[in-house]
């Protein structure tokens, strides 16, 4: 006699016990004002989160309507998300903390402006500051070449995948730009890539390298049109399905190839070693700034604290004790 297989019921997901709360119709207006202005998804999408938490925590103490927002109960929510522990008993990041009241303050401003507040209670309120954070590990160019090298197989997909390593390391793309690029945004005899709709929803145009070219041209050639299929848009890069990559699996392929190397990270590195070599080889930060696409300088300065090249020849030109 076969043993029936016991199922187990999924449980219910628990109601928000705030879904009730009038603030709740604010935020989705101001999330719908957030697109409607031109800010991408992903913004919409952070603030909708970081909101939906505060209201969660501001129904606990029976806030449900605008007047209730004063500068002393965003401080209160500051101090609760600066003592909060995760479960593996963990405070939050400062930059976690910061992603949660950045929107807040921003709701605070769109309250403002749609007259449901007559002054912005968050105009005072003192963000936590955030530590410069070094990249984890920048690869050396021997290195670089050691990951590169590991697409070298003959078959259609390591001719992508080797595509996609070059056109990473060449230009300093960020994951998604790269994902989002079409055919018609690469010119090989131009020696040139145009990122469409960047972070903060900036065009720029960043230089392609003869190297990462020339693979870019094979693959359209010999891979390319064995990979199309009815839900190609143009993109430039296909998955062995002939779709635009996703962004986790662009991700975890790119990993196994670091991995491999005995690298950690993932599509980031091919960032911070573009920048990072460029440095060591004399490059300008402004001209690094631009290729990077950072709206402000500070951020492209991190990628001096790990340019080790320059410094290791002034140091050993300079020390005595060298």
Not at 217 to 233: C, F, I, K
């Amino acid at each position: 006699m076969l043993r029936q297989k016991r199922i187990t019921p999924i449980p219910k997901a628990r109601a928000d016990p705030s879904r009730d709360n009038p603030l709740h119709e604010l935020k989705a207006a101001f999330v719908e004002w957030t697109v409607a202005i031109g800010l991408s998804p992903l913004t919409a999408s952070i603030r909708k989160s970081a909101l939906e938490n505060f209201i969660r925590w501001c129904h606990e103490r029976q806030v449900c309507v605008p007047a209730d927002i004063t500068r002393d109960l965003l401080e209160s929510y500051q101090a609760h998300l600066a003592s909060y522990r995760k479960a593996d008993g963990e405070p939050l990041e400062p930059s976690t903390q910061a992603t949660r009241l950045n929107p807040l303050k921003a709701f605070c401003k769109w309250l403002v402006r749609k007259r449901h507040l007559t002054c912005d209670p968050s105009l005072e309120l003192v963000l936590p500051k955030l530590p410069l954070r070094l990249p984890r590990r920048v690869p050396t160019v021997d290195e670089m070449k050691r990951v590169i090298a590991g697409a070298s197989a003959a078959s259609p997909q390591a001719l992508r995948d080797r595509a996609i390593m070059e056109t990473l390391y060449s230009t300093g793309l960020r994951r998604m730009e790269l994902v989002r690029l079409r055919l018609h945004d690469v010119s090989l005899e131009g020696g040139a890539v145009v990122v469409r709709s960047g972070k903060g929803r900036r065009d720029r145009i960043v230089p392609l390298g003869s190297r990462a070219a020339a693979t870019i041209e094979r693959y359209l050639r010999e891979v390319r049109p064995l990979l199309q299929s009815g839900l190609d848009r143009g993109e430039l890069f296909l998955t062995d399905y002939g779709e635009p990559f996703r962004r986790n699996r662009l991700g975890d392929r790119m990993h196994r190839y670091a991995a491999r190397a005995g690298l950690p990270g993932a599509c980031h590195i091919f960032r911070h070693a573009c920048a990072t070599h460029m440095l060591d080889n004399g490059a300008d930060i402004r001209f690094i700034q631009a290729i990077l696409g950072h709206a402000d300088l500070s951020t492209t300065q991190i990628y001096t604290h790990v340019s080790i090249g320059k410094l290791r020849e002034v140091h050993a030109a300079t020390h005595p004790a060298r």
